[in-house]
């Protein structure tokens, strides 16, 4: 493991991406910045820039005029990085799989680390699945 | 005097959702703004054509993760609209328990989201504290913290046990003093009057030119309110008040969300309470043709949807409006002339949801041809026949 990633993983800041999702996934993932469930207590907070980020967790079902923000925001991130897909429709569209403004799933845009099923997942998925990535990272 | 353009968005920390917003300012003062969406469209209506009727109200659920009960409850009215049937008593009571435990929440998120973007994290954290004790009675209930699916064209899915309602209502009362002291903390105090007494005015006038909905309208003086207007499920067997305030501030928006919030837990619990006994559903089997409109107050306003049926088992259309796409036009009434620190607030206060707004718009620009259906298969016809001229 190279010095970066582990300094990445002491305390990984995370970016929220939506890519045209319910809005569920998206309050979901602030719920697990308030007190019942607290991911500050891990070190994670949400970074208000791309350019902080250490993960992005992405949600949505992959509008295409979002997607084009989203390539472009992958771009930008300082790497590495890691890729967090967060409900159904950053897995497989869910739903929305038929829809003609979503023709492609996320992570055939973006490289994803870990995936996180659910409609919405709830605020513990969410958090077994960053632990199991930093598990994951850390060769644990 | 130069102006400047500040871009926001369409990613940026504000907001859960993309979309792109551009201040025009002049100095401090806010000028114009724009907003761009479509970041959020996923063809909603086209799907939900392609699926039969039973199937539609789960696609319609997920219009919106925070209104996610009411879009099915208008939808589900549209149908039943078409058929012209009134649902069981019992399934009546529990859409109302339901939709008043969504209003719940989605007030106390929207307290929260206010009080973050004031620098008021205090407030924030104790808002969706509270507001999880609102998602353990949604789970309780209907076994999903968001996504209910309790909806059906001609009742509801699923029963409401006679013994969890004790331990609910324990629950729905363990939350009015956390409640009380929010309101308290937020209404009395000198700060935050400071910060939004004054800001953001809409008019009464502005209010109704526009058609403002819901909470935004009612914060302006306009008393109309589709639960009392227009009664459906038990609003008009339930003894409740409709909170109107007159200044049309960022304030008053936050001081009727509030305030609401008190009344649904008092229609909650009188449903909690006087539930009947009896049939959850009808068993609809055959839709025939027709059409039908259904709507019913969000939230954040009046959601209206429109089904048309030809017969068979899917919807030949079916139209969405949402409270949005009526609130966030008010956006440029009020902003302009204020600062761009408070530009923030007051797009929250008309509490946003870009998700539901996203359906598809057609605009009529001048000199361009805009083709529909019939124009297109004339066009092609008429290149046939041109080729068959050609051929002979």
New interface residues.
């Given amino acids: 493991m190279g010095v970066k990633l582990k300094a990445l993983l002491k305390s990984p800041w995370v970016f929220?991406?939506?890519?045209?999702?319910?809005?569920?996934?998206?309050?979901?993932?602030?719920?697990c910045l308030?007190?019942?469930f607290d991911i500050e207590r891990f070190g994670m907070l949400?970074?208000?820039?791309?350019k902080h980020a250490d993960v992005l967790l992405v949600t949505?079902?992959g509008?295409r005029?979002?997607m084009e923000?989203v390539k472009r925001?992958y771009e930008q991130v300082p790497k590495p990085c890691l890729v967090v897909a967060i409900g159904e429709c950053s897995l497989s569209r869910g739903?929305?799989i038929?829809?003609?403004?979503?023709p492609v799933p996320v992570d055939k845009v973006i490289p994803v680390d870990v995936y996180i099923p659910g409609?919405?997942p709830?605020p513990e998925a969410i958090i077994a699945g960053v632990v199991k990535l930093i598990g994951k990272v850390g060769g644990k | 005097m130069a102006k400047t353009i500040i871009p926001i968005g369409?990613?940026h920390?504000l907001q859960?959702?993309?979309e792109f917003f551009t201040l025009t300012v002049d100095g401090e003062r806010v000028v114009d703004i724009d907003v761009r969406i479509?970041?959020?469209?996923?063809?909603?209506e086209?799907?939900s054509e392609?699926k039969t009727f039973d199937q539609s109200t789960?696609?319609i659920e997920?219009?919106?993760?925070?209104c996610?009960t009411s879009h099915p409850f208008a939808y589900t009215r549209a149908v039943e609209d078409i058929i012209g049937v009134e649902v069981p008593e019992r399934a009546k009571y529990i859409r109302t328990i339901i939709a008043e435990g969504e209003r719940i929440h989605s007030h106390l998120?929207w307290l929260?989201l206010a009080g973050h973007f004031l620098g008021y994290n205090t407030v924030?954290?104790w808002a969706?504290?509270l507001r999880?004790e609102i998602l353990d009675v949604m789970e309780i209930l209907s076994g999903n913290?968001?996504?209910y699916a309790m909806f059906k064209p001609g009742g509801v899915r699923r029963d409401i046990k006679s013994g969890d309602i004790p331990g609910v209502i324990k629950k729905i009362d363990s939350i009015v003093p956390t409640l009380t002291m929010l309101k308290k903390a937020v209404i009395d105090d000198p700060v935050l009057h400071a910060r939004t007494k004054g800001i953001g005015v809409l008019s009464k006038e502005d209010a109704i030119n526009y058609s403002a909905l819901g909470p935004t309208s009612r914060a302006s003086g306009v008393a109309r309110d589709v639960r009392k207007d227009s009664p459906y499920g038990v609003y008009d067997k339930v003894e409740w008040d409709m909170i109107v305030t007159q200044n049309g501030d960022v304030f008053d928006k936050a001081v009727v969300r509030i305030l609401e919030a008190f009344e649904s837990i008092k229609i909650m619990k009188y449903c909690l309470l006087k539930l009947p006994k009896g049939e959850i559903d009808l068993n609809i089997k055959n839709i025939p043709p027709g059409e039908g409109i259904g709507h019913i107050e969000a939230p954040r306003g009046e959601v209206f949807h429109y089904v048309r049926s030809d017969g068979t088992n899917r919807p030949v259309r079916h139209k969405v409006r949402a409270p949005t796409f009526m609130n966030l036009p008010t956006y440029k009434a009020t902003v302009v002339g204020e600062t761009i620190s408070d530009a923030t607030i007051i797009l929250a206060a008309i509490d946003p949801?870009y998700?539901c707004t996203e359906r598809m718009a057609v605009r009529n620009i001048k000199g361009k041809k805009l083709y529909n259906g019939e124009d297109l298969i004339k066009l092609s016809q008429e290149k046939t026949e041109k080729v068959r001229r050609g051929l002979k």
Wanted: hydrophobic share 25%.
């Fill in positions: 929220h991406l939506s890519t045209g999702s319910c809005n569920n996934c998206d309050i979901e993932i602030l719920d308030t007190p019942r949400l970074a208000g820039s791309i949505g079902s509008n005029k979002s923000r925001l739903m929305f038929h829809s003609y403004n979503c409609c919405p709830k | 369409p990613y920390p859960e959702e993309p479509g970041y959020n469209h996923r063809g909603i086209k799907l392609m789960f696609v997920r219009i919106c993760g925070i996610s998120l929260g924030y954290m969706w504290k999880e913290r968001n996504n949801c998700c």
